[in-house]
Protein backbone atom coordinates (compact mmCIF):
# COMPACT_ATOMS: atom_id res chain seq x y z
CA UNK A 1 0.00 0.00 0.00
CA UNK A 2 1.37 3.34 -0.94
CA UNK A 3 2.33 5.75 2.04
CA UNK A 4 1.84 9.28 1.99
CA UNK A 5 4.12 12.03 4.21
CA UNK A 6 2.80 15.27 4.61
CA UNK A 7 3.51 18.25 6.87
CA UNK A 8 1.90 17.82 10.20
CA UNK A 9 0.44 21.71 10.46
CA UNK A 10 0.99 24.59 7.95
CA UNK A 11 -0.14 28.56 9.49
CA UNK A 12 -1.62 30.86 6.75
CA UNK A 13 -3.84 33.78 6.15
CA UNK A 14 -6.69 34.89 5.07
CA UNK A 15 -6.70 35.42 1.42
CA UNK A 16 -3.57 33.62 0.82
CA UNK A 17 -2.97 30.66 -1.61
CA UNK A 18 -2.06 27.70 0.53
CA UNK A 19 -0.15 24.65 -0.98
CA UNK A 20 0.06 21.27 0.84
CA UNK A 21 2.25 18.76 -0.52
CA UNK A 22 1.64 15.06 -0.02
CA UNK A 23 4.69 12.79 -0.99
CA UNK A 24 3.47 9.12 -2.07
CA UNK A 25 6.91 7.72 -3.48
CA UNK A 26 5.38 4.15 -3.79
CA UNK A 27 2.26 4.86 -5.65
CA UNK A 28 1.01 2.36 -8.17
CA UNK A 29 0.29 2.55 -11.82
CA UNK A 30 -3.29 2.19 -11.10
CA UNK A 31 -3.75 4.64 -7.77
CA UNK A 32 -5.36 7.91 -7.79
CA UNK A 33 -4.43 10.77 -5.23
CA UNK A 34 -7.36 11.74 -2.96
CA UNK A 35 -8.02 14.89 -1.02
CA UNK A 36 -9.99 15.20 1.83
CA UNK A 37 -10.82 17.67 4.20
CA UNK A 38 -12.16 17.34 7.91
CA UNK A 39 -13.34 19.94 10.74
CA UNK A 40 -13.51 19.73 14.34
CA UNK A 41 -16.09 16.84 15.30
CA UNK A 42 -17.01 15.96 11.50
CA UNK A 43 -16.84 13.23 9.01
CA UNK A 44 -13.90 13.98 6.57
CA UNK A 45 -15.21 15.94 2.83
CA UNK A 46 -14.39 14.76 -0.19
CA UNK A 47 -12.36 17.78 -2.27
CA UNK A 48 -10.77 16.42 -4.85
CA UNK A 49 -8.93 13.34 -6.74
CA UNK A 50 -6.83 13.18 -9.92
CA UNK A 51 -4.84 10.55 -11.79
CA UNK A 52 -1.78 12.96 -13.05
CA UNK A 53 -1.23 16.65 -14.20
CA UNK A 54 -3.70 18.84 -13.15
CA UNK A 55 -7.41 18.86 -11.75
CA UNK A 56 -9.34 22.04 -11.07
CA UNK A 57 -12.87 22.38 -9.74
CA UNK A 58 -14.68 24.67 -6.87
CA UNK A 59 -12.79 24.33 -4.06
CA UNK A 60 -9.50 23.29 -4.76
CA UNK A 61 -6.63 22.35 -7.45
CA UNK A 62 -4.67 19.39 -7.73
CA UNK A 63 -0.96 19.42 -9.15
CA UNK A 64 0.65 16.01 -10.14
CA UNK A 65 3.89 15.97 -11.62
CA UNK A 66 5.13 13.26 -14.66
CA UNK A 67 6.10 10.53 -12.24
CA UNK A 68 3.32 10.88 -9.82
CA UNK A 69 5.71 10.55 -5.95
CA UNK A 70 4.14 13.60 -5.00
CA UNK A 71 1.14 15.84 -5.27
CA UNK A 72 0.07 19.35 -4.08
CA UNK A 73 -3.30 20.59 -3.31
CA UNK A 74 -3.70 24.48 -3.63
CA UNK A 75 -6.63 26.48 -1.85
CA UNK A 76 -6.82 29.20 -3.45
CA UNK A 77 -7.60 32.23 -1.06
CA UNK A 78 -7.94 30.81 1.93
CA UNK A 79 -10.32 32.04 4.71
CA UNK A 80 -11.00 31.46 8.31
CA UNK A 81 -13.50 28.54 7.32
CA UNK A 82 -10.97 27.01 5.71
CA UNK A 83 -9.11 25.84 8.97
CA UNK A 84 -9.40 21.89 9.20
CA UNK A 85 -6.93 18.88 8.79
CA UNK A 86 -6.56 18.16 5.02
CA UNK A 87 -5.75 14.20 4.17
CA UNK A 88 -3.91 13.49 1.33
CA UNK A 89 -4.76 9.45 0.26
CA UNK A 90 -3.16 6.95 -2.60
CA UNK A 91 -5.56 4.31 -3.68
CA UNK A 92 -7.00 2.65 -6.63
CA UNK A 93 -9.31 0.37 -8.08
CA UNK A 94 -9.23 -2.66 -6.55
CA UNK A 95 -6.29 -2.41 -4.87
CA UNK A 96 -7.32 -1.78 -1.20
CA UNK A 97 -10.87 -3.06 -1.47
CA UNK A 98 -12.60 0.04 -0.93
CA UNK A 99 -11.22 0.71 2.18
CA UNK A 100 -9.45 4.55 2.47
CA UNK A 101 -6.08 4.39 4.17
CA UNK A 102 -5.58 7.91 6.09
CA UNK A 103 -2.38 9.38 7.59
CA UNK A 104 -2.55 11.83 9.95
CA UNK A 105 -3.13 14.52 7.99
CA UNK A 106 -1.86 18.58 7.92
CA UNK A 107 -3.54 20.66 10.28
CA UNK A 108 -3.83 23.71 8.39
CA UNK A 109 -4.67 27.28 10.19
CA UNK A 110 -5.72 30.31 8.55
CA UNK A 111 -5.16 33.57 10.87
CA UNK A 112 -7.17 36.50 10.46
CA UNK B 1 -30.81 13.50 -1.45
CA UNK B 2 -29.67 13.06 2.30
CA UNK B 3 -26.55 12.07 3.20
CA UNK B 4 -25.02 9.84 5.43
CA UNK B 5 -26.87 9.49 8.59
CA UNK B 6 -25.76 8.27 12.11
CA UNK B 7 -27.30 7.89 15.11
CA UNK B 8 -27.24 8.65 18.14
CA UNK B 9 -24.73 11.51 17.86
CA UNK B 10 -23.23 11.10 20.97
CA UNK B 11 -23.39 7.86 23.33
CA UNK B 12 -22.67 7.47 27.10
CA UNK B 13 -21.85 4.12 28.15
CA UNK B 14 -20.54 2.86 31.60
CA UNK B 15 -17.57 -0.11 30.91
CA UNK B 16 -18.94 -3.16 30.57
CA UNK B 17 -22.32 -2.10 28.70
CA UNK B 18 -22.98 -2.54 25.04
CA UNK B 19 -22.87 0.14 22.67
CA UNK B 20 -25.01 0.00 19.00
CA UNK B 21 -23.85 2.77 16.29
CA UNK B 22 -26.45 3.06 13.43
CA UNK B 23 -25.45 4.11 9.62
CA UNK B 24 -27.88 4.73 7.00
CA UNK B 25 -25.72 5.25 3.65
CA UNK B 26 -26.59 7.47 1.03
CA UNK B 27 -29.31 6.49 -1.37
CA UNK B 28 -28.60 4.21 -3.81
CA UNK B 29 -25.75 3.11 -1.89
CA UNK B 30 -24.67 -0.14 -1.10
CA UNK B 31 -21.41 0.09 -0.05
CA UNK B 32 -20.69 0.58 3.62
CA UNK B 33 -17.54 0.96 5.61
CA UNK B 34 -16.49 1.87 9.33
CA UNK B 35 -13.93 3.98 10.77
CA UNK B 36 -12.51 5.44 13.90
CA UNK B 37 -10.86 8.41 15.14
CA UNK B 38 -9.32 8.19 18.52
CA UNK B 39 -8.55 11.69 20.07
CA UNK B 40 -5.82 13.32 18.87
CA UNK B 41 -5.68 10.63 15.95
CA UNK B 42 -6.23 10.15 12.46
CA UNK B 43 -9.44 7.89 10.84
CA UNK B 44 -8.61 4.05 11.36
CA UNK B 45 -10.58 1.43 8.99
CA UNK B 46 -12.59 -1.14 10.69
CA UNK B 47 -14.72 -2.93 8.49
CA UNK B 48 -16.42 -2.76 4.70
CA UNK B 49 -19.99 -3.91 4.13
CA UNK B 50 -21.63 -4.47 1.45
CA UNK B 51 -25.71 -5.84 2.01
CA UNK B 52 -26.21 -8.70 4.44
CA UNK B 53 -22.30 -9.58 3.54
CA UNK B 54 -18.99 -8.31 5.55
CA UNK B 55 -16.49 -8.38 2.57
CA UNK B 56 -13.18 -6.70 4.68
CA UNK B 57 -12.86 -6.93 8.61
CA UNK B 58 -9.62 -6.62 8.91
CA UNK B 59 -9.67 -3.52 10.94
CA UNK B 60 -11.93 -4.70 13.23
CA UNK B 61 -10.39 -5.58 16.88
CA UNK B 62 -11.03 -9.47 17.31
CA UNK B 63 -13.18 -9.14 20.34
CA UNK B 64 -16.06 -7.52 21.40
CA UNK B 65 -16.85 -5.48 18.22
CA UNK B 66 -19.06 -6.85 15.50
CA UNK B 67 -21.14 -5.22 12.05
CA UNK B 68 -23.92 -5.93 10.20
CA UNK B 69 -25.79 -4.50 6.87
CA UNK B 70 -29.03 -6.42 6.74
CA UNK B 71 -30.97 -6.07 3.86
CA UNK B 72 -33.35 -4.10 5.21
CA UNK B 73 -32.49 -0.82 7.64
CA UNK B 74 -29.26 0.50 8.91
CA UNK B 75 -25.98 -1.04 9.29
CA UNK B 76 -25.04 -1.38 12.88
CA UNK B 77 -21.47 -1.25 14.40
CA UNK B 78 -22.25 -3.37 17.39
CA UNK B 79 -19.20 -2.45 20.38
CA UNK B 80 -19.64 -5.10 23.14
CA UNK B 81 -18.44 -5.22 27.24
CA UNK B 82 -16.72 -1.68 26.53
CA UNK B 83 -14.07 -0.24 27.83
CA UNK B 84 -12.49 3.60 28.24
CA UNK B 85 -10.00 2.71 25.33
CA UNK B 86 -13.30 2.52 23.28
CA UNK B 87 -13.74 6.20 23.90
CA UNK B 88 -13.37 7.35 20.16
CA UNK B 89 -15.48 8.94 17.01
CA UNK B 90 -17.03 6.42 14.87
CA UNK B 91 -17.33 7.31 11.52
CA UNK B 92 -19.69 5.69 8.57
CA UNK B 93 -19.16 6.19 5.05
CA UNK B 94 -20.73 4.87 1.66
CA UNK B 95 -20.19 4.86 -1.54
CA UNK B 96 -21.80 3.59 -5.11
CA UNK B 97 -18.94 0.77 -5.91
CA UNK B 98 -16.25 -0.48 -4.07
CA UNK B 99 -13.19 1.29 -6.12
CA UNK B 100 -11.77 2.78 -2.77
CA UNK B 101 -11.55 6.25 -4.09
CA UNK B 102 -11.23 5.75 -7.68
CA UNK B 103 -12.54 7.85 -9.73
CA UNK B 104 -16.06 8.67 -9.35
CA UNK B 105 -16.37 6.78 -6.66
CA UNK B 106 -15.44 8.28 -3.66
CA UNK B 107 -16.97 7.74 -0.06
CA UNK B 108 -18.90 9.92 1.48
CA UNK B 109 -18.93 10.24 5.51
CA UNK B 110 -21.40 10.82 8.35
CA UNK B 111 -21.35 13.43 10.91
CA UNK B 112 -20.04 10.53 13.00
CA UNK B 113 -21.19 9.01 16.35
CA UNK B 114 -19.05 9.95 19.78
CA UNK B 115 -18.67 7.40 22.15
CA UNK B 116 -17.64 8.16 25.70
CA UNK B 117 -17.27 5.42 28.20
CA UNK B 118 -17.39 6.41 31.94
Known amino acids: LAKTTQPISMDSYEGQEVNITCSHN???????ITWYQQFPSQGPRFIIQGYKTKVTNEVASLFIPADRKSSTLSLPRVSLSDTAVYYCLVGGRGNQGGKLIFGQGTELSVKP | NAGVMQNPRHLVRRRGQEARLRCSPM?????VYWYRQLPEEGLKFMVYLQKENIIDESGMPKERFSAEFPKEGPSILRIQQVVRGDSAAYFC????????????????FGPGTRLTVL
Open chain 2, 27 to 31: KGHSH
Open chain 2, 93 to 108: ASSQDSSGGALGNEQF
Open chain 1, 26 to 32: NIATNDY
